[in-house]
């Protein structure tokens, strides 16, 4: 299963490693953290996205994606929570896609909240390259 739950995200996309073969894209789903009252994220975008994401990285052939919680609404609410500060996160849940190029990792485009929803436009950002940002 190309799902990864248990990802430890590096300090930079600079030190993000990639997986082999060479330009084949690695996708981190960042998420809220599950709310241990509940069960469930506490956001009800990331609960509306997890069925989403599951289905589209559970199959045998899907590309690699790590998921990765942000906090607890608190933390998250946070301006200089690192998330926002060094991944540039303004929303969660976001789907961005790594690749690399040159010989470094840059992110190469990013699905938002409602935009992971979109089968078709979930399909061709994880299918075929995505527009430069």
Do not use: Y
């Not at 930079?12 to 469930?40: H, I, Q, W």
């Amino acid at each position: 299963m190309p799902i990864i739950t248990n990802f430890r995200l590096p300090a930079s996309t600079a030190t993000l490693k990639l997986p082999t073969p060479p330009n084949t894209p690695f996708f981190v789903a960042f998420l809220a953290s599950v709310d241990p009252s509940t069960g469930k994220p506490w956001c009800p975008d990331v609960v509306a996205a997890l069925p989403v994401l599951h289905e589209t990285f559970s199959p045998e052939h899907a590309p690699i994606v790590a998921f990765v919680e942000v906090g607890q609404k608190l933390e998250w609410k946070d301006l200089s929570n690192g998330f926002r500060t060094k991944w540039k996160l303004s929303a969660v849940p976001s789907l961005v896609r790594f690749e690399a190029v040159d010989g470094e990792v840059r992110e190469l485009g990013r699905l938002v909240e409602g935009e992971i929803l979109d089968r078709a436009r979930l399909g061709k950002f994880i299918g075929g390259r995505a527009a430069r940002i």
